[in-house]
């Protein structure tokens, strides 16, 4: 990942081409600009985006003033966000940028400034040797309905970030379930699932947020598509467009579905003896 991020970085700034270093520049010193790149260790996050590596990139200005400093950083920020990084495995990055981590530092060396940009790259967790759970059907349903609203380059995807992803993704994840009481033969059940939206930009992925939201709030009954006359009723739907699109997921839905309580069984009568009131 190291190289493939030095490349990226000096493909948007080619001043820094051969300066971008693991530590510190060698002896000697670099009068700068020049840019220092170092990887923190895998943290966990969640089940659905596995770990999470962070990338840090330390601007050193150099003589260059801090209008130039100020230029890099958007290219970066606008050039690494969430774009597909070749690396030398299979599959490609894509780096979430997470903010300066602190105020611009002064450069005791060259008198220059220092600004570090934070990234991070989510690694999903490898998969175990045991069989996967059997996958929900409400779930599925509302995958493949997902499929049919949005457009083309969108891709759908179930209960986890898998590590190849495509820039425009959705992630659909069941969060809970619970039953209520409907009456004295019927009951319901409720399925909570989360959504996520991610692409390389936040104007894209509000646009989609509005549109599913929209289309979940018009859709009275959805199928489920497992080839018998059963439906889901769309309860409530909401969307958080400061959520984390990778970590928390924008879209909150809830699922319901009605069903029969089954009848409850009972011991027969064998017997029934009258006996004579005589008093």
Not at 95 to 100: Q, S, T
Not at 214 to 238: K, N
Request: proline share 6%.
């Amino acid at each position: 990942m190291r190289e493939a991020v030095k490349q990226a970085v000096a493909a948007l700034i080619p001043e820094l081409e051969g300066r971008i270093y693991d530590v510190q520049p060698p002896a000697g010193g670099d009068d700068g600009p020049y840019a220092v790149l170092t990887l923190g260790e895998e943290i966990w996050k969640s089940a659905w985006a596995g770990y999470r590596q962070v990338v840090r990139v330390k601007l050193y200005s150099g003589t260059a003033g801090i209008s130039r400093l100020d230029a890099w950083a958007q290219q970066l920020v606008r050039g690494l966000q969430r774009q597909k990084i070749a690396g030398p495995d299979p599959g490609a990055i894509l780096l979430h940028y997470l903010g300066v981590p602190e105020a611009d530092a002064l450069d005791p060396a060259s008198g220059g400034i220092i600004r570090c940009l934070r990234f991070g790259a989510y690694l999903p967790e490898a998969s175990g040797a045991e069989a996967p759970a059997p996958a929900d059907a409400w779930l599925s349903a509302l995958t493949e309905w997902t499929r049919g609203k949005l457009a083309d380059l969108w891709q759908v995807y179930e209960t986890s970030w898998p590590g190849d992803r495509e820039e425009h993704a959705v992630l659909w994840r069941l969060a809970g379930c619970e039953t209520k009481m409907a009456g004295a033969s019927m009951y319901e059940v409720r399925k909570t699932f989360v959504g996520h939206l991610a692409a390389p930009f936040p104007e894209t992925e509000h646009h989609a947020s509005v549109a599913l939201v929209e289309e979940l709030g018009a859709q009275t009954q959805l199928p489920l598509g497992d080839g018998e006359r059963r439906y889901l009723s769309v309860a409530e739907v909401s969307a958080n467009m400061q959520a984390d699109a990778i970590l928390d997921g924008q879209l909150k839905l809830t699922l319901v579905q009605r069903r029969m309580r089954p009848a409850e069984e009972a011991a027969l009568i064998r017997r029934v003896a009258v006996q004579p009131i005589t008093k």
